[in-house]
């Protein structure tokens, strides 16, 4: 295993500090974990809080920013963040408008999420949860009860970020993370392997002539091992999976998301044949996103994520974001 890292052990902390001293924008506390916004709170605004376990950059911390999310909590490498983490995060954004927690569904993140949300609500901070669960691949997994939280959570975060933005209350802006939760699909397909730095080994062994479909952002199964394939066939395979959970038609925000290993050359031949695929189902891309934006540390792969838009939803989806990972508008 070869990793640009001093220690397994502080590699959390070390990418963190990197984070402060590359974004002046944010407020990073590198001991506490807590990645916030540096002109937090914001008086009267609805705020937005997420987290998950690192390793999956630049989700959640390359989202906090105008727009998107006010507070981000990084746990160690695939491991949920801890509830005092989460409330750390809850005081320090909340401008008395009341505080919205945006979930994966894994049950680490979920339990802790709650623990916190209880505390924040001893406090007088009024927080509502909504739970991501965006994953086609499986109904349950090592880590979840229930569909896991994937390629959605970033969709999610956008557009309920921009209601918040424009000063809408709290049940309205987790009333549209909801419907997004709600519209969206995505599955994943890995052709390799990603090795957490603390194991020094992968996670799973694939051989040269297979991939996982289905596969979860911690390296755990999908829905089973196939040969590898062409671009075109592997698109088509994960779209088939989407397609018959949630008719694909109208209007459609798409992201094709590198796992962290895959080279953007290859995310652009996935994203023709997503397009191939999609018109040929009489829907049309309005928006999309290329890149990586939910990895799995250095795992050679892609998942397909796609929401169907409303009007409301596009217009949403447009509106200014300015975070070290998604910027547009201002």
Known sequence: MKKLINSPDSVVTDALAGVAAAHPSLAVDVEAKVITRADSPQAGKVALVSGGGSGHEPLHGGFVG???LDAACPGEVFTSPVPDQMLAATRAVDGGAGVLHIVKNYTGDVLNFQMAAELAGDEGIEVVSVVTNDDVAVQ????????????????????????????????KVADVAREV?????????????CAVPAAGQPTF???ESEIEMGIGIHGE??????????????????????????PLSGDLLVMVNGMGGTPLLEL?????????YLEGKGARIARNLVGNYITSLEMQGFSVTVC????TLTRLWDAPVDTPALRWGR
């Not at 880590?143 to 921009?162: C, D, L």
């Not at 939760?181 to 392997?193: D, F, H, I, P, Y």
């Not at 652009?268 to 191939?276: G, L, P, S």
């Not at 169907?308 to 009007?311: E, F, G, K, V, W």
């Open 66 to 68: 105008y727009g998107m």
């Open 140 to 171: 349950d997994s090592l880590y979840t009860a229930g569909r896991r939280g994937v390629g959605g959570t970033v969709f999610v975060e956008k557009i309920a970020g921009a209601l918040a933005e424009q000063g809408a209350g709290l049940d």
């Open 181 to 193: 939760n709600e519209r969206s699909r995505s599955l994943g397909v890995a052709l390799t392997s």
């Open 205 to 207: 062994e694939l051989t």
């Open 221 to 246: 199964p999908g829905r089973f091992r196939v040969p590898m394939s062409t671009a075109r066939e592997l698109s088509a395979a994960a779209l088939d999976a989407i397609h018959a959970d949630l």
């Open 268 to 276: 652009y031949v996935v994203f023709n044949e997503v397009r191939r």
């Open 308 to 311: 169907q838009l409303t009007d």
